[in-house]
Nanobody, 125 residues
């Protein structure tokens, strides 16, 4: 059974940085693209970014390009989301997700098959 556990969220001020981690188990992590998503109160879950199965490519939502960066450590079965220059509009619960199909280059809400429980990020002004 696939298990994804996010950590690293918290309360920060605008302009600060946070690094989220997502530890995976129950899957052959190194062959799956991994994605990060977020959901703010009253809004739909949205794509933040993803990293390809081999780490050679990343994909980001326009709203976070240039501020967020995704990386992965296959030896630790962990994917990271480095968030810099945080803004109040980044406030949300952040989730990582794995797709059903391996060897992909990205993950969408519609192709995500396994989700973590989420970690809260709150950015104050």
């Amino acid at each position: 059974q696939v298990q994804l556990v996010e950590s690293g969220g918290g309360l920060v001020q605008a302009g600060d940085s946070l690094r989220l981690s997502c530890a995976a188990s129950g899957l052959t992590f190194r062959i799956y693209a991994m994605g990060w998503f977020r959901q703010a109160p009253g809004k739909a879950r949205e794509f933040v970014g993803a990293i390809s199965w081999n780490g050679g490519g990343t994909d980001y939502a326009d709203s976070v390009k240039g501020r967020f960066a995704i990386s992965r450590d296959n030896a630790k079965n962990t994917v990271y989301l480095q968030m810099n220059n945080l803004k109040p509009e980044d406030t949300a619960v952040y989730y990582c997700a794995a797709p059903k199909t391996p060897f992909g280059t990205t993950v969408a809400v519609t192709t995500a098959n396994s989700w973590g429980q989420g970690t809260q990020v709150t950015v104050s002004t």
